[in-house]
Structure formats: C-alpha cells, structure tokens
C-alpha cells in the first residue's frame, strides 16, 4: 500500500480507503471489510451515515484495533424518524456526535468532517449555528484530531478553505464532474440535460480549488471517483467512452492535494478490485489515452500532469514545473492578484518546492520534443518561458 499526507494534518493514509456504502449495504459486512482493509494496509475510512446499526457495527468491527485506523466521521449528518438527515440544528448536531462517539466504541474522531455544504447560504448557517465553533471546541477537548468539510460545489468549498477553518476537504472528484461549473444542486452533477451540450477542459474554479487546497497545505480525500459507476459504462458516460477501475482511481490521485480516495465499494469483490489498484501496472493506470480519445469531451491543451511528455533531453521534470506554476498563479488569482501584475507574490512554499528541484524551467532547450508527445496539446514551451519569468529560474 502507498501512504500520503494528509494536508498539515500530520496524518499518513492509504491512498485507498473505504467508503460508506461499505457499512450501510449490509450491516453484517462491517468486520469483513474492515479485515480487508486491515490485511491490505488500508487505514482511512469515511463514515458518513448516522444509521445507528450501522455505526453499532463498525464499532464492533474496530474493537482491539482502533490505532490501526484513521477515522473520518461526519459532523451534523443525524439520525431522525428512522432515517438519514441533514441537520443545522447545533442540538442535533451535539447530539448525533456523542452517539456516534459511543457506537464507534472510541473517544476520538480523527477528522470530524462538517457534513454536505453545497451553497453558500449554508455555510453562513454552518457559521451562524455555531456548527464550526462546535468543531472547534470538540477538537480542543480531543474528540476530533482535525476538522473537515465534505462538499461538491467548488465554489463554496474554496470560501471555506480560504477562511482557514478547514484541514481536510472531502470533495468529489472524477473527470465529468471536473468539466462542469458549480453548483449549489447536486443532481446537477448527474442530469442528463447538463452534458447534452459538451465540455471541453477542467471547469477553472475546480481546478483552482484543487491548487488552493495545495497551496495551503488542506488535505483533498476523494468521494465519487467513479461518479457513481457511470463512467465505468460507456452507455452511462457523458463522455461516450468507459473508464476502468484503476483508470478512475489514478485520475483522482493526480489531481493537486489529493491524499486518498474513498471507495465506495458495496461488497467485497468491489473492494478487492480497489484495492489491486496499488499493484496495477502503469498501463493500467494511464487514463491519458482514453481522455484524448473520449468522442465527447475534449481535455485540449489542458496539462493532465500525466508526464506523458517526459523523459526531457534536458530532464526537466516537465509535470511538476507545470503544476508549481499552476500552483502559485492559483495562489494570486485566490486573492484577486493577475499574473504578470506587480503585486504578483511567490508562496514560500511553491518557491521551496520549485527551487528543490534539480532542473528548471530556464534548463529548457525549446526543442519541442514533450509538445509532439502530450496527448492534450498543451503549449508547453510557453509554459516554461512562464514558469522562468515567474520563478526567476
């Protein structure tokens, strides 16, 4: 298994992890897949629902082996009239949490996720109830280690990372719904009638959230990365074309911030298939050929940081230039500032991450030679003159 951090949080998990379906399909399963999880290194799950048989469960499932988990478990998702709610009542939200805390059978949540943020209405509601101060209390008392926000709309999710509350973002993250603008409806994210017309390249506030989240050090852990398995059926696939397994995972793994990946796995065989992910060959994982060949939608002179271009005659690592640059104009562009404007800034810790590296932008010989090779028509000598003029080097 490969581990990542976790944003700042110091936390180290498995860039596999398990989702929820896991536990609420059948209540049964919860010791099965966490034994799975175990014997293959996977140490992250996410647990959003508030179904109290699910959570008895799981608590059963994680007895004598807490420490071996990392836990990511959802702060105002309750339980009410036999079924899940979301709730921004801060009694209900209190409430649910020590039930949860009780059921899971710990004292401590690892990252209490503030659940399902989709507008910006909401998130003053989150504030304005005092669900953010709740999580702050809880993670001064210990019961929570870090504080998390899940969310599908990049729009709002960006105001709450700016606003410095948030260690981890859960987001969804696959490549439709990276093409399409945010929303504060979620069944935007799969209504037929949005896709009718095409898309063509990474909607730009995802894409800015994603370096933002980098920038700054949050922690992406990834929901939806098969969009609900419509992108592993080509009759399903906005795009026209299916993707596979290993194909959807390493897409999510590349973009910025990004630490693991929740499996929505609904039975064991699912879960295994996850999991080979880690010893899955190259070819297996390369999602770049497919995205320059869907019928559908168009990734034209977008850098997939596929490295695809490499190896450079002058080794320049041509991926990791590109994504610093993205990094620090996203950096600017997140406080109003333009690239090329005199208030242009450098993050500390782009310049570090850039600097380290053994060739630069200023290495290269503009031969053309990673141009003729990326799937997605990307500029990249021009790139590199932007990348010079902006980091001096």
Same mark, same amino acid.
């Given at each position: ?10 936390? =180290? ?7 929820? =379906? ?125 504080? *998390? ?10 105001? !709450? ?6 260690? #981890?973002?859960? /987001? ?24 009718? &017309?095409? /898309? ?16 700054? &050090? #949050? ?6 990365? /098969? ?33 693991? #990946? ?45 490295? $695809? ?23 600017? =562009? ?5 690239? &090329? ?10 310049? *570090? $991450? ?5 060739? $630069? ?25 932007? !990348? ?6």
């Amino acid at each position: 298994m490969e581990y990542r951090k976790l944003g700042n949080t110091g936390l =180290e998990v498995s860039i596999i992890a398990l989702g929820c =379906e896991a536990f609420v399909e059948d209540n049964s399963n919860a010791k099965k897949f966490l034994d799975m999880a175990e014997e293959a290194g996977v140490n992250y799950f996410d647990l959003f629902s508030p179904d109290p048989a699910a959570r008895s469960a799981l608590g059963e499932a994680l007895k004598g082996r807490r420490e071996k988990f990392i836990i990511q478990s959802h702060i105002s998702s309750v339980w009410k009239n036999g079924q899940y709610e979301r709730s921004r009542d801060l009694n209900d939200v209190k409430a649910a949490f020590e039930d949860s805390l009780g059921r899971l059978g710990t004292d401590y949540i690892d990252v209490g996720m503030i659940h399902y943020c989709d507008a910006y209405a909401d998130w003053q509601t989150i504030k304005d109830n005092g669900i953010v101060d709740y999580a702050k209390e809880l993670k001064a008392q210990g019961k929570i280690k870090h504080i *998390g926000l899940s969310s599908h709309n990049p729009k709002v999710a960006m105001k !709450a990372v700016e606003e410095g509350d948030i260690e #981890v973002l859960m /987001f969804s993250v696959n490549y439709v719904y990276d093409m399409l603008p945010g929303t504060e409806n979620i069944d935007d994210l799969w209504a037929d009638e949005v896709y009718e &017309g095409g /898309f063509k390249n990474m909607d730009p506030d995802r894409q800015r959230l994603y370096e933002l989240c980098e920038s700054i &050090g #949050v922690g992406i852990t990834v929901m939806k990365a /098969f969009a609900g398995g419509d992108i592993l059926d080509e009759k399903l696939s906005p795009a026209g074309a299916a993707l596979t397994v290993p194909q959807c995972i390493s897409y999510a793994l590349s973009r910025p911030a990004v630490a693991t #990946v929740c499996t929505g796995a609904r039975n064991t065989d699912q879960l295994e298939e996850s999991i080979r992910y880690v010893d899955a060959s190259e070819e297996e994982k390369d999602y770049a050929e497919a995205f320059a060949n869907f019928p559908r939608v168009s990734w034209s002179g977008h850098c997939m940081y596929c490295t $695809h271009c490499h190896p450079c005659p002058a080794e320049i690592n041509i991926a990791d230039v590109m994504k610093f640059l993205n990094l620090a104009v996203a950096h600017n =562009e997140s406080n109003g500032i333009r690239e &090329g404007s005199a208030e242009f800034r450098l993050p500390d810790t782009e310049r *570090g $991450h850039y600097e380290a590296l053994q060739k $630069h932008a200023s290495d290269c010989l503009q031969c053309g030679l990673c141009e003729s090779r990326c799937p997605f028509d990307v500029e990249i000598r021009k790139n590199m003159d932007r !990348a010079e003029a902006i980091f001096g080097l």
